[in-house]
């Protein structure tokens, strides 16, 4: 190909996924490795669709923001312990909440450029198992010990250990530049946009009546396989009611006056995997394998939200997909009516709700209720960080085949360090 040649870009099909019901950490998880998921979520997608052959995947990427130093070739290490051919390539990928999309991003970029024929997203996290750090003063010390040239030198560095250097460093859901946590962060947004009690706790009700509607219609079950005895996601409250989430007492903003986020209406901490088999057209017609979707567009952002949480919550940490949505919907000619179903992450029933009143103000149309996470999403289900892109790839495209003829879905995915992951999934 002459240097003046373009390669082709391919359309790009979502052939299926599965996850493992999602757990409250330190429960049926509790013990179970990032690895131990990524596999049993892996080793699912590979029993449904027969991908134990040589060669059956091109490639595997997958990440985790929690991460022990065991899991530094994580992607790589859950190939080698699952029913996957041994000889296929991985490679580990990270960008906090927005990994799991990030990461189907990056193999559908090499399905469209032709560098590969297929390959399998996705992501997993553990709060329960998270990495315990040491003490940095105690690892200066140690260092230094292991520097030493003598004995006398090695004792010398080692008598500078104090009892309070003993005290590991346990990773904090906190921004490294603001010491806020997340749930701070968007507390201070909540009341930049002025989101009520009520309809946080509305949103999240509806969030678990929805999942366990689908649940109950048997929409998971292709996309979910047991784990360690749970067969749905744990954190599913099918009973939630407005009334009974308002009885909840704040947890985040309680700084300021009237604070309304609960745990009712923010995620709880938890583990879990999800992936996602993408590939090309022809790879699935030779297979016999009816594509759910396709991935047609994408787009990533970020904020300033050290300066702008502070000035009023404009750019607060989770809000980079109030300008990344109507930057991807422009280069493709698209509005949100054109959309049937609309997916966002819910980190909190106020980050979500402060999206959509910063969508309408930068001009995009009201999106329409009964289109929104209709198969309920990360109040109900809980969000293992990396883990939640490729779950909601895979329920998006499974909510555009059981529609059935042609359709669109828009994915809008926060992150922390202030940015955000959106995409579209076509259905023709």
Known sequence: MSSMERPTVRRVAIIGGTRIPFA???GPYATASNQDMLTAALDG???RYGLTGPGAVGEFVAGAVLKHSRDFNLARETVLGSRLDARTPAYDIQQACGTGLQA?????????????ESAIAGGADTASDAPLGVNDELRRILLQARR???LGDRLKALTGVRPSHLVPDIPRNAEPRTHRSMGEHAAVTARAWGITREAQDELAATSHRRLAAAYERGFFKDLVVPFRGLTRDQNLRPGSTPEKLAALKPVFGLDQPEPTMTAGNSTPLTDGAAVVLLASEEWAEERGLEPLAHLTACETAAVDFVRGDVAGGEDGLLMAPAYAVPRMLERAGLTVGDFEFVEIHEAFASQVLATLAAWEKRGLAPVDRARLNVAGSSLATGHPF????ARIVATLAALLAEKGGPGR????VCA?????VTAVLERE
């Open 24 to 26: 409250r950490a330190d």
């Open 148 to 150: 030493a040239t003598s």
């Open 104 to 116: 189907v991003i990056a193999a559908a970029n090499k399905i469209a450029l032709g560098q590969t």
């Open 45 to 47: 997608l590979v029993e």
């Open 386 to 389: 990396a883990a939640t892109g």
């Open 409 to 412: 879905g828009l994915i809008s």
């Open 416 to 420: 922390a360090g202030g940015q955000g």
